[in-house]
């Protein structure tokens, strides 16, 4: 896979001193997230256009993938590609997610990590085949999301790119990038759902600051891109979709991107950083003690080195937020228990294409080990499970009649646009938390996802002790309206147990027990309902779908209902069974 470059006619790539002003507007800790890059005059044309920052990737990189390209196979997505001595450019996309991944170019860090002289030289050959493949602008490695991510790939190794380049190939690569940057200033705001839109915003202000001469472009796409960040960032840092995890995601583009505003001289605009400072409280909100973020709303396996790398820029490392007002997570800690619940309705529909029906489910860790959970999204090659992984039954919650409280909708001129089935209902969502007098956390909430179908509301009242070892909770159904025959309804309460758990009967009492990896025990019991060990599916483990065991709780409801059970610590941790550490 390697080529030769042309002798005689390279460009030197050369790091230099960050000049004074940026030095003080910078702060230590950022001043490596990114390189400035010797301006190079260009050969051919006389234009003057370069590439003069190249931002660091806070992504993890994986230098294995060198090994794995020199032995022909590509796995990218959960799929992998046998190439048979070929181009990845020329084999057919075994699914359309290792398709995206390979045109977003992010695995060029993996062999930028590998850095031996053959990972480069593969790295260089494969962007200059891509741009002789691809220069007429056409097909789907040109959806607008694709190419944001390839531009910000190819900013963010533009040192490994630029090493020993010949004119041809330099010039070859500006003129594609420039090409990019125009097709990411035409996106418009009804164009792409949400968060491909964001994308494009972010890579256009990017591609402004990186490469020279685009100062146009710069005052064009800062103010689309500080709209469009206020759009989609609420005011307490969640996201207009409720993916807990998407924070995660914008701030490993906005961290980078910020520097280089200071690169440039160039100040960060206030609404810039005050996004960044949104988004770093909520994503404390929204973990477990193992460090996991809970898998509400296509929230698929954590990724810690991400957490970490972005968590490092939070200077306060205070939580600031309970209720999440607008995005609607309420949090209840006390001691070394932590329990998040869903209290919000789903998102306006453009932007509900991931979401899950899941309102008035909880998740739960005790220590640093995860106790109660969702079964969370499926990974890029298991989206078979996708669907099911959005309906209520997937969460710890109260199902009534086999339903999901949530719709999913196929039709409609946002389901033509965006062609995913998009979610509706419940609409009237109430919540409200605090702390009792005794010191303990209460949650209170209800929502009307089945009012429609059978005209019962679900209500659910949680309480932690202030010692964090008992959680009780009550699930109520109740009429909206009387009149009419009552119709008795089947309801099954889910407690979906993470995998590193194991899930037992109680044997000398009634309920079931959760034994964590520490050998810790936790009790489950209930009045007026029978208590169910059934099987489950952990959908949000990094290396897949894997077996895991649910409590279900199940009866029959006529009239009013109200269901009370306990969830309650019976023993204490024993550190000498230990099983190693927690599983995200």
């Known amino acids: 896979m390697s080529r030769q470059s042309e002798p005689g006619r390279s460009r030197e790539v050369a790091r230099i001193g960050i000049a004074a002003g940026a030095t003080r507007a910078l702060s230590s800790a950022s001043l490596s997230a990114f390189e400035r890059v010797r301006a190079l005059t260009r050969r051919s044309g006389g234009q003057g256009i370069d590439i003069v920052i190249v931002p660091q990737d806070l992504r993890t990189a994986d230098p294995s993938l060198a090994s794995e390209l020199a032995l022909g196979t590509f796995g990218l997505a959960g799929a992998f590609v046998d190439l048979g001595g070929g181009s990845p450019w020329r084999v057919k996309p075994p699914t359309p997610q290792w398709h995206d991944a390979l045109h977003g170019f992010a695995w060029l860090g993996d062999l930028r990590a590998a850095a031996t002289p053959q990972a480069l030289m593969t790295a260089r050959t494969l962007v200059s085949e891509w741009l002789l493949l691809h220069q007429n602008g ?11 991510r390839r531009a910000m790939s190819w900013l963010m190794n533009a040192g490994l790119l630029l090493q020993d380049s010949d004119s041809n190939d330099y010039d070859m690569l500006i003129s594609s990038l420039l090409t990019h940057l125009k097709l990411l200033a035409q996106v418009q705001d009804g164009a792409l759902a949400p968060e491909p839109r964001l994308l494009c915003r972010i890579a256009a202000v990017f591609g402004a600051l990186c490469v020279s001469e685009q100062d146009k472009l710069l005052a064009a796409e800062l103010p689309r891109l500080l709209d469009e960040l206020d759009r989609q960032v609420l005011a307490d840092g969640g996201l207009i979709t409720r993916h807990p ?25 206030p609404r810039f950083q005050a996004v960044i400072e949104r988004l770093l409280p909520m994503l404390r909100h929204v973990r477990l003690g193992d460090g996991s973020i809970v898998r509400f709303n296509g929230m698929p396996g954590t990724q810690p080195d991400r957490i970490a790398a972005v968590l490092a820029y939070d200077e306060r490392r205070a939580f600031e937020l309970e209720a999440a007002p607008q995005t609607r997570y309420v949090r209840l800690q006390r001691r070394q228990s932590i329990v998040v619940i869903d209290a919000g309705p789903p998102p306006p529909l453009e932007s509900s294409s991931e979401s ?60 033509d646009r965006l062609g995913v089935p998009l979610l509706a209902d419940p609409v009237r969502v109430e919540s409200a938390a605090g702390a009792a007098e005794d010191g303990a956390a209460e949650f ?77 025990c936790w009790r489950l019991t209930a009045q007026t309902a029978d208590l169910n060990l059934e099987e489950s599916i952990y959908l949000a483990h990094l290396s897949g779908p894997m077996r895991s065991i649910q409590l279900v709780l199940r009866g029959t409801a006529l009239g009013e209902t109200e269901i ?13 069974s230990r099983r190693g550490e927690p599983r995200t």
């Open 138 to 148: 056409l097909g789907e490695a040109w959806r607008p999301e694709l190419a944001a």
């Open 245 to 269: 995890g998407t924070g995660v995601d914008i701030l490993l583009e906005l961290l980078p991107l910020r520097t280089c505003f200071a690169a440039r001289d160039v100040s960060v605009p």
């Open 356 to 415: 899950h029906a899941g309102c008035l489910a909880f998740e739960m860790s005790a220590g640093r080990y995860p106790l109660i959970v969702n079964c969370g999204a499926p990974g890029p090659a298991d989206q078979d499970w996708r669907l099911q992984a959005r309906a209520t039954a997937s969460h710890s919650t109260l199902v009534l009649g086999d339903q999901s409280s949530g719709r999913l909708v196929r039709e409609g001129a946002v389901y």
């Open 444 to 520: 209170r909430g209800s929502h009307d996802g089945y009012v429609s179908r059978t005209n019962i509301v679900h209500s659910r009242v949680l309480r932690l002790t202030p010692q964090g070892d008992r959680l009780d909770g009550a699930d109520r159904l109740h009429r909206l309206e009387r009149g009419g025959t009552e119709k008795r309804m089947t309801y099954a309460i889910h407690f979906h147990a993470h995998p590193s758990a194991r899930v037992t009967r109680a044997r000398d009492a009634d309920g079931g027990e959760i034994t964590l990896p520490n050998g810790e």
């Open 564 to 576: 009370r059970w306990r969830l309650e610590r019976v023993k204490a941790s024993d550190h000498r």
